[in-house]
């Protein structure tokens, strides 16, 4: 069984930066692809960020391009998310997923196994 635990969040000033962590423990990780989502209070989870398990190719949603980076550390079993220029709707808490499929992840995170997601880890955004 995988177990993925998120850090990183906290409280930070419109306009300030925070980057999350994302440990998976197991033996899976360098094989499957990872992302990011967000569940904004009286909202559904939205995807955020994916990137494939080389770390050579990523997505992001439009409202986050130029502002967030997703990156992975294959050695440190690790994937990043960090955000710039934060906003008040920023917040939300922040969930990392894994799948084997770049694909899946990116357009039907439905799919993925209940112990591939992470517990989350809140951000929030003062004006």
């Known amino acids: 069984q995988e177990v993925l635990v998120e850090s990183g969040g906290g409280l930070v000033q419109a306009g300030g930066s925070l980057r999350l962590s994302c440990a998976v423990s197991?033996?899976?990780?360098?094989?499957?692809?990872m992302g990011w989502f967000r569940q904004a209070p009286g909202k559904e989870r939205a995807f955020l960020a994916t990137?494939?398990?080389?770390?050579?190719?990523?997505y992001y949603v439009d409202s986050v391009k130029g502002r967030f980076t997703i990156s992975r550390d294959n050695a440190k079993n690790t994937v990043y998310l960090q955000m710039n220029s934060l906003k008040p709707e920023d917040t939300a808490v922040y969930y990392c997923?894994?799948?084997?499929?770049?694909?899946?992840?990116?357009?039907?995170?439905?799919?993925?196994?209940?112990?591939?997601w992470g517990q989350g880890t809140r951000v929030t955004v003062s004006s």
């Open positions: 197991g033996r899976i990780f360098s094989t499957v692809a």
């Open positions: 990137i494939n398990w080389s770390g050579t190719k990523s």
């Open positions: 997923a894994a799948d084997p499929s770049l694909v899946v992840l990116t357009t039907q995170p439905q799919k993925i196994r209940d112990d591939y």
